[in-house]
C-alpha cells in the first residue's frame, strides 16, 4: 500500500555530541526553544512541491513549529522561502543550517523533534544520519527504489520500527 510509514529510532549511541543538551544546541542553530521542530537535511532541490504541500499541511496542524533545512544558495533559498508565502507560512517558520561536518552535524540533529522524508527521492545517507543522532524519521515509501531507501532504513532497526 501507500501507506505512511513512521519509524522511532531509539538508537542514542552517537559519541559525539559534546556534553551540549538538546537547548543549547537549539540555541546555537537559531531554533526556538519551545517549539516543535521538523527537519529535514537533504538539499533543497530534492524537496519536490507534493512533499513541501505535505509539510506544510503539517505544521498549520502544529501551530508552535519550525521547519529546520539546508542552508543552500542565495536561490535556492529564496525559492523555498517564496514557496512558504505561497502557502501561507511564514518565513520565519523556516530555518535554514549552514553545512556542518559529520560529527557536528550529527550532535546537532537531536535539536529537532522529527525528521520529514521527500517523496520522489527518500533521505538515504541523511536518514541514517539522522537515526544515528536519535532523531526520528517519517517516510512514505513509494513504489521504486530511490522511493523506498528511508524505509530500508527504518527496517534495519527492526520489528516495529516501520510502524
Avoid at 542553530?29 to 503539517?58: H, Q, S, T
Wanted: charged share 20%.
Amino acid at each position: 500500500g501507500g501507506g505512511c510509514c513512521v519509524g522511532f529510532c531509539y538508537y542514542y549511541r552517537c559519541c559525539c555530541f559534546g556534553g551540549r543538551t538538546a537547548a543549547e544546541i537549539r540555541v546555537k542553530e537559531g531554533l526556538p526553544l519551545d517549539a516543535f521542530v521538523f527537519c529535514n537535511f537533504n538539499g533543497l532541490y530534492k524537496i519536490e512541491p507534493e512533499a513541501f504541500e505535505a509539510w506544510v499541511r503539517i505544521m498549520q496542524r502544529v501551530p508552535n513549529s519550525v521547519l529546520w533545512l539546508v542552508n543552500e544558495n542565495n536561490e535556492s533559498n529564496t525559492n523555498i522561502l517564496r514557496q512558504a508565502e505561497a502557502r501561507n507560512l511564514s518565513r520565519s517558520r523556516v530555518i535554514l543550517a549552514e553545512r556542518a561536518d559529520f560529527a557536528p552535524h550529527i550532535a546537532r540533529v537531536r535539536a529537532a523533534d522529527m525528521f520529514l522524508d521527500c517523496l520522489t527521492y527518500n533521505a538515504h545517507t541523511t536518514a541514517v544520519d539522522s537515526l544515528w543522532g536519535g532523531l526520528p524519521v517519517i517516510t512514505a515509501p513509494g513504489h521504486n527504489m530511490n522511493m523506498r531507501l528511508a524505509a530500508g532504513a527504518l527496517a534495519s532497526f527492526g520489528p516495529a520500527s516501520e510502524t
